[in-house]
T-cell receptor, first 114, second 117 residues
Framework: NAGVTQTPKFQVLKTGQSMTLQCAQD?????MYWYRQDPGMGLRLIYY???????DKGEVPNGYNVSRLNKREFSLRLESAAPSQTSVYFCASSVVQGGPDTQYFGPGTRLTVL | AQKITQTQPGMFVQEKEAVTLDCTYDTSDPSYGLFWYKQPSSGEMIFLIYQGSYDQQNATEGRYSLNFQKARKSANLVISASQLGDSAMYFC??????????????FGQGTTLQVKP
């Protein structure tokens, strides 16, 4: 049981390049989330998927797109990377949307855009 | 609008002493959950403790306890008997569980805790 996995762990892009961050969970969770964490700040929600087949914008969606490929996988795409997107990206998943069930986080992807 | 505020950017505590990390929140939803996460220097997010808005008792998990004061909208984390391994960034987060519940978490800015030997 690997939990939440993310690839890659590190990435350096040039301005204007595109890339896709991959996330997969093996806990049969319904909901999945993408966050970004900037230095000295908390996590901010980019996009989320409450269930397979649905996606919605979070607090900071501009410059990103997502795909909920199936129940296990939720990818985040940067179509034209900008230096402002330099950040650590976390994927998370949760089984239910209430009670003590928390979100489980992946290890993060550290992205630098030059 | 929902909001989480952690007003202590950094804290120091002596090993074996207790420390309180502050968190205040704002929401109009009567049903919500409050969470604390630990982020060590390695970067992973580790869930510590949960408090539901309707829970009558303060949550406890080992050396962690949550001082929940609903009327003041505060959910402070208390770490007893601090250990060197407690040195990390700590985040308070809230999830609104009402009719528009989506499972989303709103995070505070975090508090960096350093435990001194």
């Amino acid at each position: 049981n690997a939990g939440v996995t993310q690839t890659p762990k590190f990435q350096v892009l040039k301005t204007g390049q595109s890339m896709t961050l991959q996330c997969a969970q093996d806990m049969n969770h319904n909901s999945m989330y993408w966050y970004r964490q900037d230095p000295g700040m908390g996590l901010r929600l980019i996009y989320y998927s409450a269930s397979e087949g649905t996606t919605d914008k979070g607090e900071v969606p501009n410059g990103y797109n997502v795909s909920r490929l199936n129940k296990r996988e939720f990818s985040l795409r940067l179509e034209s990377a900008a230096p402002s997107q330099t950040s650590v990206y976390f994927c998370a998943s949760s089984v239910v949307q209430g009670g003590p069930d928390t979100q489980y986080f992946g290890p993060g992807t550290r992205l630098t855009v030059l | 609008a929902q909001k989480i505020t952690q007003t202590q950017p950094g804290m120091f505590v002596q090993e074996k002493e207790a420390v309180t990390l502050d968190c205040t929140y704002d929401t109009s939803d009567p049903s919500y959950g409050l969470f604390w996460y630990k982020q060590p220097s390695s970067g992973e997010m580790i869930f510590l403790i949960y408090q539901g808005s309707y829970d009558q008792q303060n949550a406890t998990e080992g050396r962690y306890s949550l001082n929940f004061q609903k009327a003041r909208k505060s959910a402070n984390l208390v770490i007893s008997a601090s250990q060197l391994g407690d040195s990390a960034m700590y985040f308070c987060a809230m999830r609104e569980d009402g009719s528009s519940n989506t499972g989303k978490l709103i995070f505070g800015q975090g508090t960096t805790l350093q435990v001194k030997p």
